[in-house]
Structure formats: structure tokens, C-alpha cells
């Protein structure tokens, strides 16, 4: 058989995998979604949402997972295809933490020395380190059962953005509910509840994601 006709009859194969984006999507959507009802329905949004999106501090706090969330999601369904570049993508998820520094920055001298540790304890700090992790959970075994007809050069750190990401969603929607808007805060607990759910996306992505 001719290379060209080999091409041809591979063109035409009806079983061939989808796109890792569209697969990725197909996952996402209706695990988000279970993510948000879930949320609406057992967390519930702070009442004074409305007067919350006037406060800077809340505004930032939202902007920044969100942000997460995007970037984490372009990184990885460039991640999913072997030898693909992050680009842009790449470059805006190093701008987070860094962005969360110097708004943590502008908090320490603002705040009295004395206030530092209380505002970054918080009200909510262990509801936090619950909730995170729990509304990540789906959206992330998604993620993984979709790369797993990807091929990423690096399972365990496409596990890792996969965790990553589902932890910008989870912070996105517990943002929504915490009273707590201080990037001291944030900084704290967001970063340390997203942290244990991106180690949890390593450990089954070097599992689960091997080729």
C-alpha cells in the first residue's frame, strides 16, 4: 500500500479520537455545572453579593481565580498535545501568584502589624480547605478520563494543571460565599486548598495519564 493511500483510508477512519479541546470541553461542561448547582444548592452566595463586587479587595479575590481558572485551561489543552508552547497562557498563570504577592503587599502595609495575622486567620479558614477540594473534585476526574485520549508529553504535570485548573474553578464559585476578601487571606488558605488538589492531580495524573 501506497503512503498516500494509507493517509487517505486514516483520513477517512471514523474512530478516530476527537480534538483534546473538544474532548476536554465535553467533560468540563457538564462537570462545572454539576460543580455550580452544586455550590448554589449546599454553599450558597454571600447575601450582600451584590455590595461585595463594590469592594476592591472582593473584586480581586474573584478576578484572580478566575484567572487561574483560564489560564490553567489554555496551559493544559496545550499540555495535552505533545510538543504544543503555552504561549500567552503560560506567561498569565506566572501572573497570578505574583499579582496575589503584591496585593498582599499593599494589605501588610496597610493593615497595623497587630492585624496581620487575624485578618489572614480569617472566619472561614478550615470551610475553605473543605470546600475547595470538595466542589474540585468532579471537574478534575473529568479532566483526567478526558487526557486520557490526549497525550501529554508529562502525565504527572498535566495531572497537576488539571488539579490546577479545577481549583480555579472551585475558588472561582467559593469566592462567591467567603466573607473573607483579604488577599492575606487568600494568599493563605485559596492557595493552600488549591494546592492540595493540584498535588491530588498529580499523583493520579502520573497514575492514570502514562502512554
Known amino acids: 500500500m501506497k503512503t498516500e493511500q494509507l493517509v487517505e483510508l486514516l483520513a477517512r477512519d471514523p474512530t478516530r479520537a476527537p480534538p483534546p479541546g473538544s474532548s476536554l470541553l465535553r467533560a468540563l461542561l457538564p462537570a462545572g ?90 472566619a472561614n479558614a478550615t470551610w475553605c480547605l473543605r470546600i475547595i477540594p470538595a ?22 504535570r498535566a495531572g497537576a494543571m488539571a488539579g490546577l485548573m479545577s481549583a480555579g474553578l472551585a475558588g472561582t464559585l467559593y469566592a462567591l460565599h467567603c466573607p473573607d476578601d483579604s488577599p492575606l487571606f487568600v494568599g493563605l488558605w485559596y492557595v493552600l486548598a488549591a494546592g492540595i488538589i493540584t498535588a491530588a492531580g498529580a499523583l493520579l495524573g502520573a497514575r492514570w495519564l502514562r502512554w
Do not use: C, Y
Not at 135 to 156: E, K
Open 33 to 122: 455545572l454539576f460543580a455550580a448547582v452544586a455550590f448554589a444548592v449546599l454553599v450558597g452566595f454571600r447575601p450582600d453579593l451584590a455590595q461585595a463586587f463594590h469592594s476592591t479587595w472582593f473584586s480581586f479575590k474573584v478576578l484572580l481565580n478566575v484567572t487561574l481558572w483560564i489560564a490553567a485551561t489554555g496551559v493544559l489543552l496545550r499540555m495535552a498535545r505533545p510538543g504544543a508552547a503555552a504561549r500567552g497562557f503560560g506567561r498569565v498563570l506566572w501572573a497570578v501568584p505574583v499579582v496575589l504577592l503584591l496585593g498582599a503587599g499593599v494589605e501588610l502595609l496597610r493593615l497595623p502589624s497587630g492585624q496581620w495575622w487575624p485578618v489572614a486567620w480569617g
Open 135 to 156: 466542589l474540585a473534585v468532579l471537574p478534575l476526574l473529568a479532566t483526567l478520563a478526558a487526557l486520557r485520549n490526549a497525550a501529554p508529553a508529562n502525565p504527572a
